[in-house]
């Protein structure tokens, strides 16, 4: 079983959407979850960072929490073209931080 | 310079080559990470550094040689490598004993093993 899993996509929303990305992830234990992006050619960047169960909004970006489904999900409200990148998972397992694959999210105007 | 500078951004090596990637942050953090990013697979940690001692070694091949040799510097260094090797190699930085999920990494190093 992957630690932390995603939907690879593409994941193709227009402009002005809200794009929704989901993360699960194998560790009952973990108590930090990040979200990165990364554009074409680029490294990845820190987004989001969530430790509670629950919402946390910054900006048009929400991360949402639910420690008992094992579920970790970002939220880009009115999506914009450059907002198309890759979107890394990623969970604290112990004291290494562990990445899902990443999906690549489009966004068309 | 600011931020986390990797050097050299692209290198082609045959697999009877030594050669080192660099990497330099300037954001006064006391821990620094290797990555290894290959094609729709996750980031795979490679090697983790607090205060210059290595604290991790993620079943790393010793063909892959890590050196730390103060807070601010991170090599790594290649020899008799394989074409599956051939990845982007990332170097990160991190406040020692802070949350370890906030990484700043450098553009990556591209790597090709011919």
């Known amino acids: 079983q992957k630690e932390v899993e995603q939907n690879s996509g593409p994941l193709s929303v227009p402009e002005g959407a809200i794009a929704s990305l989901n993360c699960t992830y194998s560790?009952?234990?973990?108590?930090?979850f990040f979200w990165y992006r990364q554009y074409s050619g680029k490294s990845p960047e820190l987004i989001m960072s969530?430790?509670?169960?629950g919402d946390k909004e910054d900006g048009r970006f929400t991360a949402q929490l639910n420690k008992a489904s094992q579920y970790v999900s970002l939220l880009i409200r009115d999506s914009q073209p450059s907002d198309s990148a890759t979107y890394l998972c990623?969970?604290?397992?112990?004291?290494?931080?562990?990445f899902g694959a990443g999906t690549i999210l489009r966004v068309k105007s | 310079e600011t931020g986390v500078t990797q050097t050299p951004r692209h290198l082609v090596m045959g697999m009877t080559n030594k050669k080192s990637l660099k990497c330099e942050q300037h954001l006064g953090h006391n821990a620094m990470y290797w990555y290894k990013q290959s094609a729709k697979k996750p980031l795979e940690l490679m090697f983790v550094?607090?205060?210059?001692?290595?604290?991790e070694n993620n079943s790393v091949p010793s063909r892959f040689s890590p050196e730390c040799p103060n807070s601010s510097h991170l090599f790594l260094h290649l020899h008799t490598l394989q074409p599956e090797d051939s990845a982007l190699y990332l170097c990160a930085s991190s406040q020692a004993g802070g949350d370890t999920g906030e990484l700043f990494f450098g553009e990556g190093s591209r790597l090709t093993v011919l």
């Open positions: 969530i430790y509670s169960n």
């Open positions: 550094y607090n205060f210059k001692e290595q604290t």
């Open positions: 560790d009952r234990v973990s108590q930090s």
């Open positions: 990623a969970v604290n397992h112990g004291n290494k931080l562990v």
